[in-house]
Nanobody
Framework: VQLVESGGGLVQPGGSLRLSCAASGFTFSSYDMSWVRQAPGKGPEWVSA????????YYADSVKGRFTISRDNAKNTVYLQMNSLKPEDTAVYYCAAGAPIATMYPNEYDYWGQGTQVTVSS
């Protein structure tokens, strides 16, 4: 089983990034997928999730209206489009599968990626 994130980097405040997470080794279409982030010196923060069946989406208040989660079951990939980025969005972003909405901790997920660094700075 693998979850491989990509698309992170350095961006100026107000900029955009699109994260991708490619899944393999499990039935991707059957799993709710989430993004969780962890800023330096802080605990994990749940960011967003998308249901496996109806595709309903959910967001933390801190990113609502700026981030959009989506999935492509044909490509076994989940995305996170991040717009209007702020310095406080700086964190390692992790893709995760198989836990209830708003779960924060890695050991509560069935699968967890290696993370991609997002840095928002001028």
């Amino acid at each position: 089983v693998q979850l491989v994130e990509s698309g992170g980097g350095l961006v100026q405040p107000g900029g955009s990034l699109r994260l991708s997470c490619a899944a393999s080794g499990f039935t991707f279409s059957s799993y709710d997928m989430s993004w969780v982030r962890q800023a330096p010196g802080k605990g994990p923060e749940w960011v967003s999730a998308i249901n496996s069946g109806d595709g309903n989406t959910y967001y933390a208040d801190s990113v609502k209206g700026r981030f959009t989660i989506s999935r492509d079951n044909a490509k076994n990939t989940v995305y996170l489009q991040m717009n209007s980025l702020k310095p406080e969005d700086t964190a390692v972003y992790y893709c995760a599968a198989g836990a209830p909405i708003a779960t924060m901790y890695p050991n509560e997920y069935d699968y967890w990626g290696q993370g991609t660094q997002v840095t928002v700075s001028s």
